[in-house]
């Protein structure tokens, strides 16, 4: 749906003129390498999608936040300072997690009309939850500072801060900042190198003169994912613990270097530990590698760090599967790929392939082909741009 469309269907939801009318959108983002580091205080390499959430809002002036989607019949009506009463809902609870923590902070917010439209696909790992906070703190934050005469730049840094609280604390899951970060940060044409540990980072044009970034969905329920995703972070930190009585001074894997893991890798005795941590430390050395190889045009060195890091996170972190292995060992067979990876927090959700143009439609066909045949599902393609992060779209 175009704006003019969205703008009709928010009026027949909630009536009334289209005065006050606000619209803003946020992406999902691909990681184009670095699994499983950001919350490892780790780098990690992502870039803002086109596929995004936009919100339609406008402001009410009896403390109600009232919530509707174009995809869903579900309506939610929350009282500003009832928020907490509405974690438990089927739909909803992103946007009024991130009110909470905005409110929190110190954020002085009015009630409005929302109405949401996501092109990120649902549980396809780009990220259509940080898509939906981003948006939702942008346009909160927007009617409130217009509704008490507040001046000033959204700072999206702290954006995405809260954006990832309401998470942890809203809705359970305690994700790492990544998603949230390039959703907020993103700009077109370029990927964000960043160091979890303080949030420094630094814009890297991604120009793939000739080549073409092919997302694959392996339309997989991710019913896996959350369990293992606390699982390995668990994992991650029994690690962290036992290096430290070599490393004293670290506090993160992120502080680890490789040749400090080689050192001292022979203290974590459990071999299941030490492949989580072997993988992030290999993969934190990936991403700078990876950075530099963009920067200098070498298209094709940045494809084999994209092989060896699928083949880390099948082989030490194990969290691809079937499906996601499939796809990237299909991708590798056609002339024209060089390189593919799963990519998200795995067990389903989506691979990234980098891929000659002339090059792109045979992919297409083959690789979902051979998919269907080796696990019975129908995998989907999208030849997504580079965009920019979360932003108010003028009308």
Same mark, same amino acid.
């Given at each position: ?19 006050? *009318?606000?619209?803003?959108? =946020? ?36 403390? /109600? ?17 009832? /928020? ?25 917010? +009015? ?15 780009? =990220? ?7 948006? +939702?703190?942008?346009? /909160? ?15 999206? $840094? ?24 390039? =959703? ?5 044409? @370029? ?12 814009? $890297? ?40 009585? !070599? /490393? ?23 071999? *299941?530990?030490?492949?989580? $941590?072997?993988? $992030? ?8 590698? !990876? ?18 890091? @699928? ?8 969290? +691809? ?62 030849? =997504? ?11």
């Amino acid at each position: 749906m175009d704006i003019k469309e969205l703008k009709k269907v928010f009026l027949d939801i909630y009536g009334g003129s289209e005065e006050g *009318i606000r619209v803003f959108s =946020s992406p999902g983002r691909v990681n184009l390498i670095g699994e499983h580091t950001d919350y490892n205080g780790g780098y990690v390499f992502p870039a803002a999608l086109t596929l995004s959430s936009t919100v339609i809002a406008r402001p009410r002036k009896d403390g /109600l936040i009232n919530l509707a989607v174009t995809d869903l019949d579900d309506r939610v009506s929350a009282p500003l300072d009832r /928020l907490s009463d509405f974690k438990n809902i089927r739909w909803g609870n992103y946007q009024l997690g991130v009110a909470d923590e905005l409110q929190k902070a110190g954020y002085k917010l +009015t009630g409005c009309d929302m109405l949401f439209h996501d092109t990120v696909p649902i549980g396809s790992g780009l =990220s259509s939850s940080a898509a939906i906070e981003v948006v +939702t703190a942008i346009a /909160l934050i927007t009617l409130g500072n217009e509704a008490y005469g507040i001046s000033g730049d959204i700072d999206m $840094v702290e954006v995405a801060k809260i954006s990832q609280l309401a998470e942890h604390n809203f809705i359970g899951v305690n994700c790492g900042i990544m998603d949230q970060f390039a =959703s907020a940060m993103g700009r077109k044409d @370029h990927a964000i190198l960043l160091d979890c540990r303080d949030l420094s980072y630094k814009y $890297v044009p991604l120009e793939l003169k000739g080549y073409k970034i092919v997302i694959s969905n392996t339309k997989k329920k991710r019913s896996l994912a959350a369990v293992k995703y606390n699982e390995r972070r668990a994992e991650c930190e029994k690690g962290l613990e036992i290096l430290k009585k !070599s /490393l004293p001074d670290i506090t993160c894997l992120g502080d680890v270097s490789a040749e400090q893991f080689e050192q001292y890798k022979h203290t974590i005795e459990d071999d *299941i530990i030490r492949k989580r $941590v072997e993988h $992030v430390i290999y993969e934190d050395d990936r991403v700078l590698k !990876s950075a530099e190889a963009l920067m200098n045009n070498e298209f094709e060195k940045f494809g084999k760090y994209m092989i060896e890091s @699928h083949n880390s996170l099948r082989d030490l972190y194990e969290v +691809t599967g079937l499906e996601l292995d499939t796809l990237v060992e299909e991708a590798l067979k056609i002339d024209g790929v060089i390189g593919s990876r799963m990519t998200g927090a795995g067990f389903g959700g989506c691979t990234v392939s980098i891929v000659r143009e002339d090059a792109v439609d045979n992919f297409i066909e083959q690789v979902g082909k051979a998919y269907q045949e080796k696990t019975g599902i129908k995998a989907e393609f999208y030849i =997504s741009e580079i965009g920019d992060g979360g932003r108010e779209i003028q009308l």
